[in-house]
């Protein structure tokens, strides 16, 4: 059954280049309402494991050393279908196949610094938020 919630995080380099206010506004243009939200920067240890599933890939080292770059803004957005509309929204993981009007479009680099992470289903977007935010810290 799809849930209402998804996780997001704007990445180091789209936060560097001073995206975030911008993204978030397509974000919540497009319906989204946040729930939660902060900068933070991840630290190795912390991008290794929230990446865990990549471990295997050519690309982990990488993707480990990138994502604790610099300072990442993460989110708990809400909305009905939020897992597939989110997605839409960001487009393809490759920018170069990315649809135009979506986050990647327009502001991902490459397929590695693609400017926004998107939770690809309901379990792992309720195990992402999880990760990053306490109850505390999600409003009602
Ligand atoms: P995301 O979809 O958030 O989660 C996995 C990330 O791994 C992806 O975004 C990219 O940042 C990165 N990634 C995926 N494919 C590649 C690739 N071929 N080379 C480098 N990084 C990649």
Known sequence: MATNRTFTMI???????????????????AGFKIKAMKLKQLTKEAAGEFYAVHK???FYGELVEYMSGGPIVAMILEKENAVADFRKLIGA???????EGTI??????SKAENAVHGSDSDENAAIECDFHFSADEIVG
Request: charged letters at 35%; proline letters at 9%.
């Open 93 to 99: 993981t490759d920018p170069a196949e990315a649809e």
């Open 11 to 29: 990445k180091p380099e789209a936060v560097a280049q001073g995206n975030t206010g911008k993204i978030t506004d397509m974000i919540i243009e």
């Open 104 to 109: 990647r479009k327009q502001f991902a680099t």
């Open 56 to 58: 295997e890939r050519p």
